[in-house]
């Protein structure tokens, strides 16, 4: 180049001055700079190349990092700090209907299989439903059953006790007690053996526990 | 000739004090600005001032503007009319019987104004002469906007699992005497029926053609399979699975299943 | 928070792994953080505070400066290499000396009304000059004040200090001075007490020697 000698009148500023401006640079441009521009817009006589490698060394272990991007330079996150640039935001949302039904049926018919939710419930589970609890980590598949065709089990974890404040399984109120909680309909069905006479409304669930 | 001199003297005179007063009204932010302005030919700090020479300087500022026949605004006359009244207050002996503050009071109170004045006019300079954002130093030139991850968590009481398991129960025990459930299909079993078929579908082809055999035939049966299906396909364009159109108004229902492209 | 307890069991992480936790997230934005969000982003038991010490001093003399606005804390480029950076500056609109003179006064005043502002001045301070400032970001309508007609005041923004290069707003030049010099009180004109009900908030009275 014709201006070279000219240039070299001209003292270069020392490395570290030239560290601390590419720091600059790199740190308030928006794009990756290539060795080029870094040259173009530091004083004449700069190295760049040699001052990136002291930049670089610098940042070694800290918690941004000079990276090397096709054949230019930026300060990028350190990748094991991505974490720190999320935010998570959590959003609540109630079980749906399908969802809920699902999981009182586990609860207090356990252990119970999904025909006997089906059955219970009056519709077919979605398999969604069930992944759902099970992802919630509120239900749980349990042993087979020794019946035909050996269909899994659901039952409820300890999560779910823990979720819900209860003991175990059994410290669910039965119909009776819900009723007197004002839980059900106290309306008696019509020509029906009106439920929670008494003691004969969770005739079969004990040994639906009593088995585990 | 003396007299000639004089006179030229003085018209020199008069007009390096016009130029000197007079630059341009427009320029000056109202009548403390000029009075700050006048108060700096004195030379003193501004709380020494004399406010009955800036008083007398102002008056000329502003008889030289109406020769000049510059209108002055009215604050700038009010000001004027305002000094005039302060001279007389500082030069005639005090009237025991006037109400109100003395004219040294006033003048000391316009002393401190213009140096508050003048104190904020350097620290306005002061203030613009730092080192500024954007100027002399720079944010990141690369920022990156911290990602949202939802997260959704799902709640229940125990009061809601409990209503359901009543709800259940009531409706279990009344069931006999509410539903035939034979005529009855939900949205979930025709969901499970049809999602498993999405993968077979071809072209366009009526939804009644994806009923269930034995739906068809009796009326009520067919309804209910007709209106899960149909609620159940909707899930499933919802979803991006298929696609549903209909001619017109009553013309056959179709789906087909969406093409890759753009989904 | 119920959680506090269980958090605390978590050991924090060392402090220089917090300061590159914060060095990254510093890094990674252009606006000022606060402590508040910081603490919120890094693991619980963090102490960004005594994290901000030590990174603050490690960039002490480098390219880029570790800099308090107000409760925040930003990376911003060290203002000597200003001179490298003419391809990012972004040419602002120039102030009029009305709205210098009025962000001065809000400044070393605040919160400061508008008949205040008026009353330095001697002018009536025009609509335009205040919105463009508000406009900028540097100034930002206070709480009202607690005098006859309630008028609002104007205080200077975070903005503000940090375009400025300040970290409170008791950093600004000569403050302290001005402030023994009596010249940041408010001091009503003598016998216009009357009108202004003794607190010098004549408001709709840019003329304060009109009325003698």
């Known amino acids: ?212 | 000739m003396s007299g000639d001199f004089e006179e030229i003297g003085q018209s020199v005179g008069d007009r390096l004090a016009a130029e000197a007063l007079i630059v341009d009204v427009g320029a000056y932010e109202g009548p403390l600005d000029v009075l700050l302005m006048l108060s700096r030919t004195q030379k003193v700090d501004l709380r020494q001032i004399s406010i009955l020479a800036l008083a007398e300087q102002y008056l000329t500022f502003v008889e030289q503007a109406k020769e000049l026949r510059i209108e002055l605004a009215a604050d700038y006359l009010v000001m004027a009319a305002w000094l005039a009244y302060l001279k007389s207050r500082l030069l005639l002996p005090p009237d025991p019987s006037e109400e109100g503050p003395s004219g040294e009071e006033l003048a000391a109170h316009l002393q401190f104004q213009l140096a508050r004045l003048e104190a904020m006019r350097e620290s306005a300079a002061k203030l613009m002469g730092r080192d500024q954002k954007g100027r002399d130093f720079f944010a990141r030139g690369l920022s990156l906007d911290v990602e949202r991850v939802r997260r959704v968590t799902y709640t229940a009481t125990l009061l809601d699992l409990m209503q359901a398991y009543a709800r259940i129960r009531t409706r279990d025990d009344f069931r006999p005497f509410v539903f035939d459930r034979d005529a009855v299909m939900s949205m979930e079993q025709a969901l499970d029926r049809l999602r498993p078929l999405i993968g077979h579908m071809g072209d366009w082809a009526d939804l009644s053609s994806y009923l269930p055999t034995g739906w068809g035939e009796d009326p009520a049966r067919r309804r209910a399979a007709t209106a899960a299906t149909f609620a159940a396909s909707l899930e499933l364009a919802k979803e991006g699975h298929i696609d549903i159109r209909q001619s017109e108004t009553f013309a056959p229902i179709q789906i087909r299943r969406k093409t890759r492209d753009n989904g």
């Open chain 1, 1 to 212: 180049m014709a201006d070279r000698d000219e240039q070299s009148l001209f003292e270069a500023p020392p490395i570290a001055e030239q560290e601390r401006m590419i720091e600059a640079i790199l740190f308030a441009t928006s794009e990756p700079v290539t060795l080029q521009d870094l040259a173009g817009r530091m004083p004449h006589g700069s190295d760049p190349a040699e001052a990136l490698v002291h930049l670089r060394r610098r940042y070694e272990g800290r918690g941004v990092q000079v990276v090397r991007v096709g054949d230019a330079w930026a300060i990028r996150t350190a990748a094991d700090l991505g974490f720190l640039m999320r935010k998570e935001v959590v959003e609540t949302r109630k079980l749906s209907r399908a969802a809920i039904e699902t999981l009182a049926i586990v609860a207090y018919h356990q252990p119970a299989t999904r025909a006997e939710i089906e059955e219970i419930r009056g519709v077919s589970v979605s398999r969604g439903t069930l992944d759902q609890l099970i992802e919630l980590g509120w239900v749980k598949i349990g042993r087979r059953k020794m019946s035909p065709g050996r269909p899994v089990t659901f039952v409820v974890t300890p999560e779910f006790l823990d979720h819900f404040g209860l003991e175990t399984a059994r410290d669910l109120p039965g119909l009776k007690e819900l009723r007197a909680a004002g839980l059900l309909d106290s309306r008696p069905p019509p020509g029906l053996i009106p439920i929670g006479d008494g003691d004969g409304d969770n005739e079969d669930q004990p040994d639906m526990f009593g088995d585990e």
